[in-house]
């Protein structure tokens, strides 16, 4: 088959999950940094994001390109079957997209934030991100890129909502999760999905290849805090030679009971963020405030955000009554179940 081509960045979360994910599933694929002189012929995308994945063109059809790391997953899904990464029991596939979806728009918060806020992480992630795309650069040239990069990426951070009220919220709740992703392995998970990863590990090792492997402040909080953390993302990084074949998915109780702790941990944060900003975004506020944490948020609405809760509502409506029933109980008293019975 003729192989699928994954554009994206090293220092891009979404593009490493989906890479990593591509190697685990054993889906033959050529890897092409964007903006590098082998970005060449890719159709173009609505939206200017990365990863994007190419198609390869078929029955007359041109190659077709699409960005949304979730929604690739999904085609992928049903385009190749074997090593699966979306449990087959719904109410199991469900826990994994809210982690899925926790990691790709919470745990991003701290990625962009340490990134951009801290000197020695500007001046890391601004140099290397420009050389990523040629090495060769004139040290000129690479001094400007950098420039320009670092101005545009710091005047993001108001996007994420990473501002002096939030900075406390958003590095306590990574150092949290760092801890509880740490006692989930040492408890013997080898996964979030236990023997074998779903689509919320490649979330989190996504956000973590980059905060536990890349920029120095929240790496050395990793290696200081939770070194297993650090080498479980370079596991995740490759996981080509994972035998899954007769490794079963594990039973919902087991799967509800491990899960709790980071249900807790999306109720905590995610949830609250998630209701106010859709809250905002219905009354067209310039601004969402709340209270996250026992602390105080302030960020711009965003947009996507407003129709992931709407997504993770329409997931839930569309179990049956008793996999909602299953799921309305591993979320009760969590905080996360907010997310569905919240009125916006
Ligand atoms: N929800 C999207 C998010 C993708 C995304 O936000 N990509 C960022 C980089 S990590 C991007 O392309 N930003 C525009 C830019 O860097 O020019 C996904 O899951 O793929």
């Known amino acids: 088959m003729t192989p699928l081509k994954l554009v994206g960045g090293f220092g891009s979360p979404y593009s490493r999950k989906m890479r990593a994910l591509l190697r685990f599933r054993r889906i033959p694929f050529t890897w092409i940094m964007r903006g590098s002189t082998d970005d060449v012929g890719i159709p173009e995308v609505p939206v200017a994001l990365i990863p994007v994945l190419v ?21 992928l899904e049903k385009m190749f079957p074997a090593r699966s990464i979306v449990p087959p029991d719904p109410a199991i596939a469900f826990l994994d997209a809210l982690l899925e979806d926790y990691a790709d728009e919470w745990l991003t918060k701290p990625m962009f934030h340490y990134r951009w806020k801290y000197a020695a992480d500007i001046h ?23 420039r320009f990069i670092a101005e545009r990426q710091i005047e993001r951070l108001r996007v994420v909502g990473s501002n002096d009220v939030t900075t406390v919220v958003i590095e306590t709740s990574y150092r949290r999760l760092l801890s509880l992703l740490d ?8 996964f979030l999905m236990g023997a074998r990863p779903g689509a919320g590990d490649f979330g989190f090792f996504g956000q973590l290849s980059q905060l536990a492997h890349f920029d120095p402040t929240p790496a050395a909080v990793a290696a200081a805090e939770a070194p297993r953390v650090v080498s479980w993302v370079s596991h995740l ?34 949830a609250p963020f998630l209701i106010a900003n859709a809250r905002a975004l219905a009354n067209r506020a310039s601004e969402v405030r709340c209270e996250i944490d026992g602390l105080a948020w302030v960020q711009q609405p965003f947009p996507y955000q407003g129709k992931c809760l ?17 799921v309305d109980s591993a979320l009760e008293s969590t905080g996360a179940d907010a997310i569905f019975s919240a009125s916006i």
Do not use: C
Request: charged share 30%; hydrophobic share 45%; aromatic share 6%.
């Open 55 to 75: 198609f390869p063109a078929e029955d007359g059809r041109a190659d077709e390109a699409m960005i949304d790391s979730t929604f690739q997953i999904r085609r």
């Open 124 to 146: 890391k992630a601004s140099h290397v991100l420009a050389l990523d795309r040629d090495p060769q650069m004139s040290r000129e040239t690479l001094a400007r890129t950098a």
């Open 183 to 190: 006692a989930h392995l040492v408890a013997g998970n080898r």
């Open 237 to 270: 990084a490759d996981l080509s030679a994972l035998d899954v074949e007769n490794v079963a998915w594990p039973s919902r109780e087991d799967a509800a009971s491990a899960l709790l702790p980071f249900l807790v941990e999306v109720g905590r944060v995610y």
């Open 310 to 326: 709407k997504w993770l509502r329409e997931a839930r409506e569309t179990l049956s009554i008793a996999d909602r029933n299953f």
